[in-house]
């Protein structure tokens, strides 16, 4: 079993930046992806951004493209959502997920875990 945590979640304005942070503990099995997801209220959980093992493979939802950079620390089992220029339909919870085959997916059926999720919410 794989846990995963995320963190760096708050209330910021329009604008602003905020840092995801998402930590993998257990039975981490290597190599494999990993994808920020969201989900909005009344609104399906879509994909954001996803990052494979090496860190050299990644992909963005077009939303958030130029917006947000995703990266990852290996060595910490670690992956990072950096939000720039936040808007308010950004508001929502933001959900971290392993892809035990290191691909880079885009569909919410690929992931094998899932963290619990941290709200962002964007004031305008």
């Known amino acids: 079993q794989v846990q995963l945590v995320e963190s760096g979640g708050g209330l910021v304005q329009a604008g602003e930046s905020l840092r995801l942070s998402c930590s993998a503990s257990g039975r981490t099995l290597r190599p494999y992806a990993m994808g920020w997801f969201r989900q909005a209220p009344g609104k399906e959980r879509e994909f954001v951004a996803v990052?494979?093992?090496?860190?050299?493979?990644?992909n963005y939802a077009d939303s958030v493209k130029g917006r947000f950079t995703i990266s990852r620390d290996s060595a910490k089992n670690t992956v990072y959502l950096q939000m720039n220029s936040l808007k308010p339909e950004d508001t929502a919870v933001y959900y971290c997920?392993?892809?035990?085959?290191?691909?880079?997916?885009?569909?919410?059926?690929?992931?094998?875990?899932w963290g619990q999720g941290t709200q962002v919410t964007v004031s305008s």
């Open positions: 990052v494979n093992w090496s860190g050299r493979g990644i």
């Open positions: 997920a392993a892809d035990t085959l290191n691909r880079l997916p885009t569909a919410k059926t690929s992931y094998d875990y």
